[in-house]
């Protein structure tokens, strides 16, 4: 569960188009984030999907009309608007999104609209040849400028048959925005770079030497730091994970890429977090065909992989620099050791080989060290509260007060 979703008051705007029916996934998810969810469907939208649907994935209400919202026990449309922390419309029509750049209010949802002082996000869906319409790229813009979000569409095969943008996004990435808009930004103006994953080094065509990092850890890293307003910069090895919206992603495969691509980027960041496990070694000599093994015995010579940390801690100036520390044992000793041999201004260390922490986990289990000796030990937690944990710190170290939504 996300805390940054818990309890928070969310108003769901549904204007009538085949998409309806993705704003009952995308209910049944906030929902289970513990967010309190008010639905407002237009006339339209209940064509396509009855409010009874949506009225058994929620207990804060399903309203349909402007005037039905009196009866007793009923919010409002003024009481919606002052209870709503965010407004989601999710499909958002042409003609919703028309009445909104607008001002126009004559029903339930385009009053509420107008009334709540709440962030509000559109997700517009529609036929392509509507979306390119210089009309409503045109009204897009003025909600824009009246502060209001805008998640462009996906593109793909629409129901009509067209293919283009115009598609619903997908719930997660939905989510995603909806995440960014209730998270402090006091990261702005900050640029963020981030490593992630393991590296491989290449024995032939067919072979390397790696370990098992999964990028789960600095994926989460790059994803918090986006959300709280910064310049996010992924560099990561081998992996299968796709990052969110907004975030610039290099991928590379050797230590000496990441290398390259690293020092590239580093004098223009200000937060460098370096989650990477980087191959210590690498094959002294690539063999450029595969080696059969009736053919030979395999024996590899190994040379050290440059310390792409110890590179940073001599070259940083302005950068507030972060490095982790996998360790079997002695943890704090060594991490300690690190800290000080890499001129770092923050350690992250873990324990490998315990349940869930470490390596492919969605959890971990972290001790936080700094140069002036101050440590902070956490206990099992998502890796997606670790970064945000390590956030803090690094605001707090760099004396900064945490800005507001």
């Known amino acids: 569960m996300n805390p940054l979703l818990k309890g928070k008051h969310i108003v769901l705007g549904i204007s009538g188009g085949i998409a ?31 409010p009874l649907t949506f009225q058994a994935l929620t207990p804060y209400g399903v309203y349909t009309d402007l005037f039905d919202a009196y009866r007793p026990g009923a919010m409002d449309h003024i009481q919606v608007a002052g209870w709503a922390d965010l407004i989601v419309l999710a499909p958002a029509t042409a003609n919703s999104i028309a009445k909104a750049a607008h001002g126009l209010a004559d029903d339930l949802l385009s009053t509420v609209l107008l009334a709540c002082p709440a962030p ?118 081998p992996t299968p994970l796709e990052p969110g919206p907004g975030i610039s992603i290099i991928r590379v495969t050797s230590a000496l890429e990441m290398e390259k691509e690293v020092l590239r980027l580093f004098p223009k960041a200000t937060i460098v977090i370096k989650s990477a496990a980087v191959s210590d070694f690498r094959p002294k000599e690539y063999i450029p065909q595969k080696v059969k093994k009736k053919d030979a015995t395999l024996q590899l010579t190994l040379v050290q992989n440059p310390d792409i940390l110890r590179e940073l801690g001599q070259k940083k100036k302005k950068q507030f620099l972060v490095g982790f520390a996998a360790e079997t044992r002695d943890l704090l000793e060594n991490a300690s050791q690190k800290i000080k041999e890499k001129n770092l201004d923050m350690i992250v260390a873990n324990p490998i080989g315990k349940p869930d922490a470490g390596f492919g986990w969605d959890t971990n289990q972290v001790l936080f060290l700094f140069p002036d000796g101050k440590t902070e030990s956490l206990p099992v937690m998502p890796k997606e509260d670790i970064a945000g944990l390590i956030f803090d710190n690094i605001l707090n170290r760099k004396k900064k007060k945490p800005g507001k939504l």
């Open 20 to 50: 309806v029916y993705k704003a009952v996934e995308l209910l049944r998810r906030l929902s289970d984030q513990e967010a309190q969810v008010a639905v407002i469907m237009t006339r339209n939208a209940q064509r396509f999907v009855a």
């Open 120 to 237: 509000k996000l559109f997700c517009p869906a529609m036929n392509v040849r509507m979306f390119e319409n210089s009309i409503l790229q045109a009204n897009l813009q003025i909600l824009r400028e009246n502060k209001s979000h805008v998640l462009d569409p996906s593109s793909g095969l629409l129901a009509c048959g067209q293919e283009g943008a115009g598609r619903l996004p997908e719930t997660e990435l939905i989510i995603e925005e909806i995440l960014r808009l209730l998270s402090p930004q006091d990261l702005a103006g900050e640029e963020v770079l981030v490593t992630a994953g393991c590296t491989r080094e290449g024995i032939d065509p067919v072979r390397f030497i790696s370990n098992p990092s999964t990028g789960k850890m600095g994926f989460s890293l790059a994803q918090v730091a986006r959300r709280r307003g910064a310049k996010v910069t992924l560099i990561t090895g």
